[in-house]
């Protein structure tokens, strides 16, 4: 069955930098373009970055742009999320996220807390 894991979440400083990984299995991994979402306390889950399958394209929130980027390594099936310059605001549960056939898939979340 399909899973993705994530990990590298924290408390980080103002200005600190993570990296988030979301190790996939169950599913052709280098077939499937990959999203990181976030949800903060009393918001909406919102997206954060995309990366197509082969990784020659990305998108990115107008919020993090400049600051995260999102890569992935397919013969690891693992994607990344690099970021950097962090603020408060970005203090979120970040998800990984596939859409595979009909079904959307979610990992379990890592806790990013930015704070001094």
């Known amino acids: 069955q399909v899973q993705l894991v994530e990990s590298g979440g924290g408390l980080v400083q103002p200005g600190g930098s993570l990296r988030l990984s979301c190790a996939a299995s169950?599913?052709?991994?280098?077939?499937?373009?990959m999203k990181w979402y976030r949800q903060a306390p009393g918001k909406e889950r919102e997206l954060v970055a995309a990366i197509s399958s082969v990784g020659g394209s990305t998108n990115y929130a107008d919020s993090v742009k400049g600051r995260f980027t999102i890569s992935r390594d397919n013969d690891k099936n693992t994607v990344y999320l690099q970021m950097s310059r962090l603020k408060p605001e970005d203090t979120a549960v970040y998800y990984c996220n596939a859409w595979i056939g009909r079904s959307d898939y979610w990992g379990q979340g890592t806790q990013v807390t930015v704070s001094s």
């Open positions: 169950g599913f052709t991994f280098s077939n499937y373009a």
